[in-house]
């Protein structure tokens, strides 16, 4: 199984940015993908997530309106649309593939699968 980010970066305050994660190896059927960061001395924290059926999705509340997930079948990714990006969204961003309920719901659910990350550095 592998998981691969992309679209990390170096980006200003205020602007706009879009991460992918590809996801092969496996049928992803009845998991889901999460977007989770983690920023120096910060613990990992979940800020997205939605289902492969891409039904339905989940934004942490202090991103909500600014951050969005999305799924492309075609290309068998799952996207992370990060908008009026605050200097606050610096950190690694990971994908990861696992239940829903691991993923959203489980108090400390631990993914299974894991991507290697990709560095979102807002600043100007």
């Known amino acids: 199984v592998q998981l691969v980010e992309s679209g990390g970066g170096l980006v200003q305050p205020g602007g706009s940015l879009r991460l992918s994660c590809a996801a092969s190896g496996r049928s992803f059927s009845g998991y889901a993908i999460g977007w989770f960061r983690q920023a120096p001395g910060k613990e990992r924290e979940l800020v997205a997530a939605i289902r492969w059926s891409g039904v339905t999705t989940y934004i942490a509340e202090h991103v909500k309106g600014r951050f969005t997930a999305s799924k492309d079948d075609a290309k068998n990714t799952v996207n992370l649309q990060m908008n009026n990006v605050k200097p606050e969204d610096t950190a690694v961003y990971y994908c990861?593939?696992?239940?829903?309920?691991?993923?959203?719901?489980?108090?400390?659910?631990?993914?299974?699968?894991w991507g290697q990350g990709t560095q979102v550095t807002v600043s100007s």
């Open positions: 990861a593939a696992d239940t829903w309920y691991t993923i959203v719901e489980e108090r400390g659910g631990q993914p299974f699968y």
